[in-house]
Each structure stands twice: as C-alpha cells, then as structure tokens.
Nanobody, 124 residues
C-alpha cells in the first residue's frame, strides 16, 4: 500500500514563508512523478507545481512562479514545497500526489496517490 503524508502547514502572516513536506512509503517517491495541489474553501482543486521522477524537470502554475519551489529527495522518499511571499489567496488545504509514471502532469485526474492534506492559512 502506497501512502503519502504531508506536514508543515499552519498559520502565517502575509509575506511570510512555510515549507511543506511529503513523505512517501514504498516506491512512489523514488521513481514516480509527483506534484502539489491545493483546494481553497468553496473552490475546486487547483494545480500548484509538479516534478518529474528525478527532480530534473519541474512545472509551476502561474500563481506559484517566483514564489514557490518544489524539490525532492529520492534517497529519503520525501518531497518539499518551499513557499515564500505568501498571500491570503494562498490559503488552502495543500495535497501532495504521485503519478504511476515518470513525467509530470498538471491534471489531477492523472495522479493515482494522494496524501491527506495539510492546511495553510495566510492572514492579511
């Protein structure tokens, strides 16, 4: 059974930073593309950023470019999302997800495994 567990969410003031992490069991974090999605209250799930199996290729949503940085450590089966210059509109539950192949995708329906989510609240 593959499991993904997010951590690092919390309350932060606008302009502040948070670092989210995702720990993967099994082989999901080693050879599978992964990504971060978020869902704000009353909104649909939104793509944030994705990374390929090796970490050599990434793709960011426009809302994340220049502020968020994704990385992964396959030796530790972990993935991180460094979020800087946070805005109130970044408030959401953040989910890590993994695909069953190596290339990244912005389509949430193409991800087979999901974490439980970690809430991020940015106050103005």
């Amino acid at each position: 059974q593959v499991q993904l567990v997010e951590s690092g969410g919390g309350l932060v003031q606008a302009g502040g930073s948070l670092r989210l992490s995702c720990a993967a069991s099994g082989r999901t974090g080693r050879s599978n593309a992964m990504g971060w999605f978020r869902q704000a209250p009353g909104k649909e799930r939104e793509f944030v950023v994705a990374i390929n199996w090796s970490g050599s290729s990434t793709y960011y949503a426009d809302s994340a470019k220049g502020r968020f940085t994704i990385s992964r450590d396959n030796a530790k089966n972990t993935m991180s999302l460094q979020m800087n210059s946070l805005k109130p509109e970044d408030t959401a539950v953040y989910y890590c997800a993994a695909r069953t192949d190596r290339n990244w995708s912005a389509d949430s329906s193409s991800y087979a495994y999901w974490g439980q989510g970690t809430p991020v609240t940015v106050s103005s």
